[in-house]
């Protein structure tokens, strides 16, 4: 297998905390999404229609859209499953999960940052304002469901789901973000934990061999 990544997308990071939880090997591509390599024709043509970072290319096989590898992931290589069998389990996992990935991301990935940098002409202190506030929004839903439904040392039992594979990189880019977490200490022991599991820490973004300081 092959990915194509960013060492600091969250997207990316999720697919590569999925392939190191499963053991699987892979060839990693890097896409440098902040000179614009993502929409150069010979990628967009060749690899990934929708000119994103993550792609993973199984054989002959294309896919976009990290929820969606991750899926097939599991779908191809079910040991540890990410996202439960149980109807239950499942759904709580899916739950959270897509919190973080409808609600939180799409509204403050680089896209948008440079949309309301250069179209809007926002000023940085808005656009940081901007940032803050839907980590704040999410995570404060995100806090509520783990106070409620969360269970064990990860986000539902002591194993790693789709939910938590969503959620350290987010974290993580609020971090780096210079956002205070401190109001969701579940979340944070969450992260914490997740950040000792040889995958988790393989995956992170200072270990890509794309990573810049």
Not at 19 to 44: C, F, M, S
Not at 136 to 155: K, Q, T
Not at 182 to 193: F, K, L
Request: with cysteine.
């Amino acid at each position: 297998m092959q990915l194509y990544s960013f060492f600091n997308s969250s997207t990316s990071y999720r697919v590569r905390i999925a392939l190191a939880l499963k053991g699987l090997p892979y060839d990693y591509l890097p896409v440098n999404i902040r000179t614009g390599q993502h929409r150069e024709p010979e990628y967009v043509d060749g690899i990934n229609p929708s000119a994103s970072v993550p792609a993973l290319v199984d054989d002959d096989f294309h896919l976009s859209q990290s929820p969606a590898i991750m899926d097939y992931l599991d779908a191809r290589h079910p040991e540890p499953r990410l996202i439960p069998q149980d109807p239950v389990h499942r759904a709580r996992v899916l739950e959270l999960a897509n919190l973080v990935g409808c609600d939180i991301h799409p509204v403050n990935n680089m896209r948008v940052l440079r949309y309301l940098d250069s179209v809007l002409k926002v000023t940085p202190e808005q656009k940081d304002a901007w940032y803050r506030h839907w980590i704040d929004e999410g995570m404060a839903g995100v806090e509520r469901l783990l106070a409620r439904y969360g269970h064990g040392s990860y986000c539902f039992g002591d194993a790693p789901t789709l939910a938590d594979v969503t959620l350290v990189p987010q974290i993580a880019n609020a971090l780096r973000m210079g956002c205070d977490l401190s109001a969701y200490p579940r979340a944070m022991a969450i992260h914490d934990h997740a950040l000792a599991h040889p995958a988790f820490a393989a995956a992170a973004p200072s270990r890509q061999p794309d990573y810049i300081a």
